[in-house]
């Protein structure tokens, strides 16, 4: 079965500081695998997906991951982060980009 | 293009009632899937349907249906409310069940 643990719950950075959100999946067979963001009341919106091909994704906002199949992560980077990144993001998995499993969340403070 | 909507935007309803949610894909989208989002947790998978056909079911109670119309919007219905189905329902659209699914805002149930 598949699953997400995404490790922090919250992660506090100073604006212009970069950020890592670090996600862990584990799946029995090829994934697909997405970042989403939520922002205060609002549905989700994609950042970025990794189908296959090249092992690091560029998303919106300046946002990247990188697949690393050894270690079954996608970790979500950003080299400086603005206050309007202030939001909770998933790392999500699926097996054939249906139903699709999310991790817990985790809420990124951008601090002034 | 518009993106998926979702209505009623908020709803409060007492347990044991029953409760319809509505949602429209985006146009030229075929599949619609629901999500649940209890706070503080990631979306859960309810339902994905796909040219009026179930297509995929999580483990929800039998309380939880839904459908698909020929304009391909969608219903999730959930009978005999109880106070744990208060959340967050998300509905999200793709053009066929293996394709990215974008999210609509959601509909916000609180059931007392």
């Known amino acids: 079965a598949q699953s997400v643990t995404q490790l922090d719950s919250q992660v506090p950075v100073f604006e212009e500081a970069p950020v890592e959100l670090r996600c862990n999946y584990s799946?029995?067979?090829?994934?697909?695998l997405f970042w989403y963001v939520q922002y205060p009341n609002q549905g989700l919106q994609l950042l970025l997906k990794?189908?296959?091909?090249?092992?690091l994704v560029k998303g919106i906002n300046g946002f990247e991951a990188e697949f690393n199949k050894s270690q079954t992560s996608f970790h979500l980077r950003k080299p400086s982060v603005h206050i309007s990144d202030t939001a909770e993001y998933f790392c999500?998995?699926?097996?054939?980009?249906?139903?699709?499993?999310f991790g817990k969340g985790t809420r990124l403070h951008i601090l002034p | 293009d518009a993106g998926v909507t979702q209505s009623p935007t908020h709803l409060i309803k007492t347990r044991g009632q029953q409760v319809t949610l509505r949602c429209s894909p985006i146009?030229?989208?075929?599949?619609v899937s629901w999500y649940q989002q209890v706070l503080g947790q990631g979306p859960q998978f309810i339902f994905q349907?796909?040219?009026?056909?179930?297509?995929g079911r999580g483990n929800f109670p039998d309380r939880f249906s839904a459908r698909q119309f020929p304009n391909y919007s969608s219903e999730l219905n959930v009978n005999a409310l109880l106070l744990g189905d208060s959340a967050l329902y998300l509905c999200?659209?793709?053009?066929?069940?293996?394709?990215?699914?974008?999210f609509g805002p959601g509909t916000r149930l609180l059931v007392l």
């Open positions: 999200a659209s793709s053009r066929t069940v293996k394709e990215t699914q974008y």
């Open positions: 999500a998995v699926s097996e054939r980009d249906d139903k699709i499993i």
């Open positions: 349907y796909y040219e009026k056909e179930e297509r």
């Open positions: 799946s029995s067979v090829s994934v697909y």
């Open positions: 146009s030229g989208h075929k599949s």
């Open positions: 990794y189908l296959s091909g090249s092992t």
